[in-house]
């Protein structure tokens, strides 16, 4: 449980900061977004890094409990799965790409509502 407090403790603080920002700036996600759809070399290593830190994860912690550890090991194989995902089915993930205002603020609830999950686990509970 030691490990799943504090990989809580590091992308807690993180998702729940990524979430508020995707919220309060929305136009530049959209922008960025663009920006990693016409680079290869940044989509890949957008790829890479997920996998690389979802295995990093699933490594250190793969338990499926219902509590703290649930989310983290979650949180290990989304990443791991979206990294293989880019680098195996880059079109689709193009596709899902959706550079609207409106669907990037609805995605932005995802990582605000993971982060204070984690947070509140991690230095609450």
């Known amino acids: 449980?030691?490990?799943?407090?504090?990989?809580?403790?590091?992308?807690?603080?993180?998702?729940?900061?990524?979430?508020?920002?995707?919220?309060?700036?929305?136009?530049?996600?959209?922008?960025?977004?663009?920006?990693?759809?016409?680079?290869?070399?940044?989509?890949?290593?957008?790829?890479?890094?997920?996998?690389?830190?979802?295995?990093?994860?699933?490594?250190l912690y793969n338990y499926w409990m219902a509590n703290l550890a649930f989310l983290v090991t979650l949180l290990g194989w989304v990443m791991f799965l979206r990294g293989l995902l880019v680098f195996f089915f880059p079109k689709v993930v193009f596709m899902t790409l959706d550079t609207r205002v409106k669907t990037v603020r609805l995605w932005g609830l995802l990582p605000?509502?993971?982060?204070?999950?984690?947070?509140?686990?991690?230095?609450?509970?």
């Open 1 to 59: 449980m030691e490990n799943a407090m504090w990989l809580g403790s590091i992308f807690g603080p993180l998702l729940l900061i990524m979430g508020i920002w995707i919220l309060s700036y929305a136009q530049n996600v959209v922008k960025i977004l663009a920006s990693v759809k016409n680079s290869p070399a940044a989509f890949w290593m957008t790829g890479f890094v997920n996998l690389l830190v979802g295995l990093t994860i699933i490594s």
């Open 112 to 125: 605000l509502i993971w982060g204070f999950g984690l947070c509140w686990l991690s230095f609450f509970a």
